[in-house]
């Protein structure tokens, strides 16, 4: 039996990607936020190589471990729980994480607490905003999931629309490569997109056609499909202008239907998760219709919008304090649908 403290001293771990990441709260105060991403070698290969994530992981984590540990200030015989990342993600990757997470927790006997890397990405906001508690309404955009959730309490929530096809962030991704542009495509699309404007005809989802639903595929398409003949005719064609309007065409929709969606569950805070969320321009236009909504919005620094373990430890606390703790026999998974991660 684990004696519940007020304000633990929790480690996160996050090794699910291409990002190893370690940090330290005390309660909801960051302590330290360390990161090693291995994204600058993926990128030579234009997409996440699980084999050199797996390896770069094994190579990174005790080394973040320590730095966390020693920027919070934080002995390791005064953690009281280790959070990590369990899925979803890379196998070879999350099992890196999982592995270094169960010899500390088991050495140090204190609890394992498994963290679903999308709860993650919701928890985000709690660092954010300490005294941020549900009910709130969340725009989730990642590489793996668009959806609009409704946290009605700390464990579970109500998927409200999710992704039918490709990702909002995987869209950003494949777009980029089409205008040569390196990996991970977002931050590139973002940054091109400042020179050029919104003048390139993109389809719009349209609200009746899938609810609170994502499709990207569509968009992803006609944006091939542009680019494509105009290569094949040899037309000048501007790829600032089609970063442009593809940005467009892909963030204002998230901010219509999580808009759609505070109104309809009658949530008065917002908050939002995943890499997506690091745009300046979907921060901005979401900054914009919550105070015009008059919607209190908790926006993550963009650091906690990427992968970090800052969100797993935030996580890793909801989860203490629901006595939520895993078994040394916890094994990584590959995916997680929605659904589970909701906790009903
Ligand atoms: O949450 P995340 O770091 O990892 C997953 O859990 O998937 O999200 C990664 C995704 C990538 O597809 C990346 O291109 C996208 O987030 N992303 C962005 C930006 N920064 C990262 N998309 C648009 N604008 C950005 N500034
Ligand atoms: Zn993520």
Do not use: W
Request: glycine share 10%.
């Amino acid at each position: 039996m684990v004696n519940l403290k007020e304000s633990p001293i929790i480690l996160g771990i996050e090794s699910s990607c291409d990002e190893t990441a370690a940090a330290v709260i005390r309660g909801r105060e960051l302590l330290s936020d360390e990161i090693a991403s291995s994204a600058a070698t993926q990128a030579k290969y234009g997409g996440v190589v699980p084999e050199i994530a797996s390896r770069a992981h094994a190579e990174a984590v005790d080394e973040v471990v320590e730095r966390a540990l020693q920027n919070a200030g934080v002995k390791k015989e005064q953690l009281d729980a280790v959070a990590v990342t369990y899925g979803a993600g890379l196998l070879g990757a999350l099992l890196v994480g999982l592995s270094f997470a169960k010899g500390f927790a088991y050495g140090l006997g204190i609890p394992l607490i498994g963290v679903d890397h999308i709860r993650g990405h919701l928890a985000a906001a709690y660092l954010e905003d300490v005294t941020l508690e549900p009910p709130f309404l969340t725009l989730l955009a990642s590489g793996g999931h668009t959806a609009i959730l409704y946290t009605e309490r700390a464990d579970n929530f109500r998927v409200l629309g999710g992704t039918l096809d490709d990702a909002a962030g995987e869209a950003f991704d494949k777009v980029a490569r089409v205008l040569s542009l390196p990996y991970p495509g977002g931050p590139h699309i973002e940054a091109l997109a400042r020179e050029g404007r919104n003048v390139v005809p993109m389809p719009r989802m349209l609200k009746g056609g899938g609810g609170y639903d994502f499709s990207y595929s569509g968009l992803k398409t006609a944006v091939i499909n542009y680019v494509h003949t105009r290569q094949q005719r040899g037309e000048a064609y501007s790829r600032a202008d089609v970063a442009c309007s593809f940005q467009h065409a892909a963030l204002d929709v998230l901010v219509r239907k999580t808009i759609e969606g505070a109104k309809e569950t009658g949530a008065e805070v917002v908050t939002a998760g995943g890499g997506v969320v690091a745009n300046g321009y979907l921060r901005a236009l979401l900054t914009e219709a919550c105070a015009r909504e008059g919607l209190k919005l908790v926006l993550p620094v963009k650091k906690h919008c990427t992968d970090n373990a800052a969100m797993i430890a935030a996580e890793g606390l909801v989860q203490y304090r629901l006595c939520n703790f895993s078994p040394l026999s916890l094994n990584a998974e590959a995916s997680i649908p929605l659904v589970r991660s909701s906790g009903k």
